[in-house]
């Protein structure tokens, strides 16, 4: 299965601090069909995970576009321009490209 | 508007078998392209996909359970279905159902609130 490593575990930051966490997979995740299935979501305190953002850099329909996804093959990453309140919660990366679908462990963003 | 909703038995036995039900409203199952998972998390800790199951009903199963789940569907009730045989304490998480794309592919861009399941004896 692919290991997606997510860096760092936890993560503190104040109200309109910018901020990245990093995704890292064990293989490639560019697919035989040229996309890269790997995807961004959130879940905050006792709710259902959303996603942010699908195929690396692709913002889901309601989402702020403070959020931005780069990365290709093996390296990931997801960025917040300006933390706001309702950004705290726990990010997960996930990975379609390869059978199984595999999540990271998560990152948690805190309040400093 | 697009929501789905789980429902399960709560708590179950060791050994027993657990079925869930996946009810969804705003997109069919009949449609090109269409898909549901299943997702579950223990309390506290991670993610782990499951299985998908598709519009032309394709089935998809993570091999860590093995051959302990079945994925299915009703088209005509908007329903999906996961069957996890001969649970154990380690099947206790929250059970959540999530509406997946695959052209353009866009995985689980809805979720249902979940569902606990706990297995005890």
């Known amino acids: 299965d692919v290991v997606l490593t997510q860096t760092p575990p936890t993560l503190s930051a104040t109200i309109g601090q910018s901020v990245s966490i990093s995704c890292r997979s064990s293989?490639?995740?560019?697919?035989?069909?040229?996309?890269?299935?790997l995807n961004w979501l959130l879940q905050r305190p006792g709710q259902s995970p959303q996603l942010l953002i699908y195929?690396?850099?692709n913002l889901e329909s309601g989402v702020p576009n403070r959020f931005s996804g780069s990365g290709s093959e093996t390296d990931f990453t997801l960025k917040i321009s300006g933390v706001e309140a309702e950004d705290l919660g726990v990010y997960y990366c996930m990975q379609a490209t390869h059978a199984p679908r595999t999540f990271g462990g998560g990152t948690k963003l805190e309040l400093k | 508007q697009v929501t789905l909703k789980e429902s399960g038995p709560g708590i179950l036995q060791p050994s027993q078998t657990l079925s869930l039900t996946c009810t969804f409203s705003g997109f069919s199952l009949s449609t090109y392209g269409m898909g549901v998972g299943w997702i579950r998390q223990p309390s506290g800790k991670g993610l782990e996909w499951l299985a998908n199951?598709?519009?032309?009903?394709?089935?998809y199963y993570n091999p860590s359970l093995k051959n302990r789940l079945t994925i299915s569907k009703d088209t005509s009730n908007n329903q999906a279905f996961l069957k996890i045989t001969n649970v154990d304490t380690a099947d206790t998480a929250t059970y959540y159902c999530?509406?997946?794309?695959?052209?353009?592919?866009?995985?689980?861009?809805?979720w249902g609130q979940g569902v606990m399941v706990t297995v005890s004896s």
């Open positions: 999530a509406r997946t794309i695959a052209a353009p592919s866009r995985d689980f861009d809805y």
């Open positions: 293989q490639s995740l560019l697919d035989s069909d040229g996309d890269t299935y």
């Open positions: 199951i598709w519009w032309d009903d394709d089935k």
């Open positions: 195929s690396v850099s």
